[in-house]
């Protein structure tokens, strides 16, 4: 399965950005996905994740109530609606799949990752 992310781009803080994560394959429907970040000079770490059948997510405590992860089957997409920007989620954002859910609660995990696009957030 081929992710690809996209979205990303330089937003001023307060603003609100829409991640998109889309698969090569239908299987994707059948995996777990979630949203990991990278800033510079920092580990990757866990945003937001979603089952296959949508339920549950689950989300990093600094992006609740901020971010919301979704999911179409139908279009293999896999989206990540951020609002309330701020700077200090300025990284690359990357999208990663495994068939358990567990696999994408950590950056250690996922069996498959995309390419990651970059969200800049100015103050």
């Known amino acids: 399965v081929q992710l690809q992310a996209s979205g990303g781009g330089l937003v001023q803080a307060g603003a609100s950005l829409r991640l998109s994560c889309a698969a090569s394959k239908d299987t994707f429907s059948m995996l777990a996905v979630g949203w990991f970040r990278q800033a510079p000079g920092k580990e990757r770490e866990f945003v937001a994740a979603?089952?296959?059948?949508?339920?549950?997510?689950y989300y990093a405590e600094s992006v609740k109530g901020r971010f919301t992860i979704s999911r179409d089957n139908a279009k293999n997409t896999v989206y990540l609606q951020m609002k309330s920007l701020k700077p200090e989620d300025t990284a690359v954002y990357y999208c990663?799949?495994?068939?358990?859910?567990?696999?994408?609660?950590?950056?250690?995990?996922?069996?498959?990752w995309g390419q990651g696009t970059l969200v800049t957030v100015s103050s």
């Open positions: 990663a799949a495994d068939p358990l859910m567990a696999g994408v609660l950590t950056s250690k995990l996922p069996d498959y």
């Open positions: 979603v089952d296959w059948i949508e339920r549950p997510t």
